[in-house]
């Protein structure tokens, strides 16, 4: 409660009328299941209805009767009576801002709220690749020179990447810098010597990139 009491009075009017504005996300993995669940004061006797995007419905519900499922909805997804919709054999076309609106049969009152999902693919395993500088003619980094790995995951939708040697985290030392989808050595030393593996995630799924065995020679 104590926030509240330092808001304007336009802005909790705005907050009673409309409700919370923002911001439920939700993610899926494709070809699997999901529950949509909107927090809502449910009225006893209540109209129930589920859109998508702007006004695609996909189910209604109404007091005493089976909840209606309209057009490609009707036999993949399920609305239960606290108002969470499940949502089966997602596809990418299912990504998308999805708003329950409950209505009080009684009193006319309508309440709204929305979750956005995004339905992410299973990630497939990244590629790990070395930058060594072709001017010195060499096939291997050479050892006081700034060498990078390069975590290819060829445009999926990576929240984070991990770099391992060995087995464990490449990323700790003071000269390794791991930025993203990239690590550099600056410079790279003897004992970097070993074998390298790179680790994709999402929300829904990791993957894991072949090892990558890196040898480190003295200066020619
Ligand atoms: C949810 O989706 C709607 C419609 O695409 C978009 O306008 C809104 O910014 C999204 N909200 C968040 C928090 O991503
Ligand atoms: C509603 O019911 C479903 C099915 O029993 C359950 O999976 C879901 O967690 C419930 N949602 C809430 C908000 O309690
Ligand atoms: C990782 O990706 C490969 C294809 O690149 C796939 O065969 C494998 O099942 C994936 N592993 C996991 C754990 O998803
Ligand atoms: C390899 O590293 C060099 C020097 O840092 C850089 O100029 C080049 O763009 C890199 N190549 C790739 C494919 O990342
Ligand atoms: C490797 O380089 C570091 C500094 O960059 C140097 O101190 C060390 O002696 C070098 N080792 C070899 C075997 O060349």
Request: net charge negative.
């Amino acid at each position: 409660m104590g926030a509240y009491q330092y808001l304007p009075v336009w802005v909790l009017l705005l907050l009673a009328v409309t409700g919370p504005v923002c911001c439920l996300l939700e993610s899926g993995e494709l070809g699997k299941s999901v529950y949509l669940t909107v927090k809502l004061n449910l009225p006893a006797q209540r109209e129930v209805q589920w859109r998508f995007g702007t006004n695609t419905l996909i189910v209604s519900a109404q007091p005493g009767i089976p909840p209606i499922y309209y057009g490609a909805y009707r036999g993949r997804c399920t609305l239960y009576e606290n108002t969470t919709l499940q949502l089966d054999s997602l596809t990418d076309a299912d990504t998308g801002q999805y708003t329950l609106s409950v209505i009080n049969v009684d009193t006319g009152a309508q309440q709204q709220g929305s979750v956005n999902l995004t339905v992410h693919s299973p990630l497939t395993s990244p590629t790990l690749k070395v930058n060594v500088s072709t001017t010195n003619g060499n096939a291997y980094p050479v050892n006081g020179t700034i060498v990078s790995l390069h975590c290819d995951a060829g445009g999926q939708n990576v929240v984070s990447y991990t770099f391992y040697k060995d087995g464990v985290t490449a990323c700790s030392q003071p000269y390794v810098t791991c930025d993203k989808d990239f690590l550099y050595f600056q410079p790279i030393m003897m004992s970097d010597t070993g074998t390298y593996t790179c680790k994709i995630e999402n929300s829904v799924s990791s993957n894991t990139s072949q090892p990558l065995s890196l040898t480190v020679i003295g200066p020619l």
